[in-house]
Structures are given as structure tokens and as C-alpha cells.
Nanobody
């Protein structure tokens, strides 16, 4: 079994900062890309930021310069530092990881966390 557990969400005023963490645990051989997605009420889930095992990052245009994704491969953990938060950043943030399980078909598969709520007040 593989689990992703997010933490760090909450309520913050516009202009403030939050740091999200997501730790992957369980029967894991390797993790390729990890990332953060978000879903606001009535909207589709969208990519926020993504980072490869080697540290190559990409961001949604609206987050460039405000958000920073990083990871600790030794801890199987990905982080999202969010600065200059805006009310439109309010959403449930989901962690994603492309995982090679110890027991499976020998192929990578995607896993999702349960989500953490981020609310930015104006």
C-alpha cells in the first residue's frame, strides 16, 4: 500500500504565506514526479506545480513567482511554499506522486493524497 498525506493547509489573509507538505509512505521502490494540484468549488482540478525526481520544476502561469515547489527524495516528501496568496488561490490542494510500488506490475502508477483546504480571505 502507498499513502500520501498532506499537511499545512489553513486559513490565511490575502498577502500571507503557507507551506504545504506531502509525505509518501508504504511499499515504495521509487518515486518519479511529484506535484500539487488544486480544485476550487465548481471548477476542475488543475495543476499548480510539478517537480521531477531530478528537481526539474514547472508551474502554472498564475503561480509563477509566488509559489515554489521542492522535494526531499530521502524523505519521499514534496513541499509547496505559497507566498503572496490571493483569494482566488482558495481551493482544496491535492498532492500527487508517480510511484513504483514494491508489489505490483513493475510499472509506475499515480497516487493522490486526500487533500488539504487552503482558504485565503480578502
Amino acid at each position: 500500500q502507498v499513502q500520501l498525506v498532506e499537511s499545512g493547509g489553513g486559513l490565511v489573509q490575502a498577502g500571507g504565506s503557507l507551506r504545504l507538505s506531502c509525505a509518501a509512505s508504504g511499499s515504495i521502490l521509487s518515486i518519479n514526479a511529484m506535484g500539487w494540484y488544486r480544485q476550487a468549488p465548481g471548477k476542475q482540478r488543475e495543476l499548480v506545480a510539478r517537480i521531477t525526481k531530478g528537481g526539474i520544476t514547472n508551474y502554472a502561469d498564475s503561480e509563477k513567482g509566488r509559489f515554489t515547489i521542492s522535494r526531499d527524495n530521502a524523505k519521499n516528501t514534496v513541499y509547496l511554499q505559497m507566498n503572496s496568496l490571493k483569494p482566488e488561490d482558495t481551493a482544496v490542494y491535492y498532492c500527487y506522486a508517480d510511484v513504483l510500488p514494491k508489489y505490483g506490475t513493475g510499472s509506475y502508477r499515480g497516487y493522490w493524497g486526500q487533500g488539504t483546504q487552503v482558504t485565503v480571505s480578502s
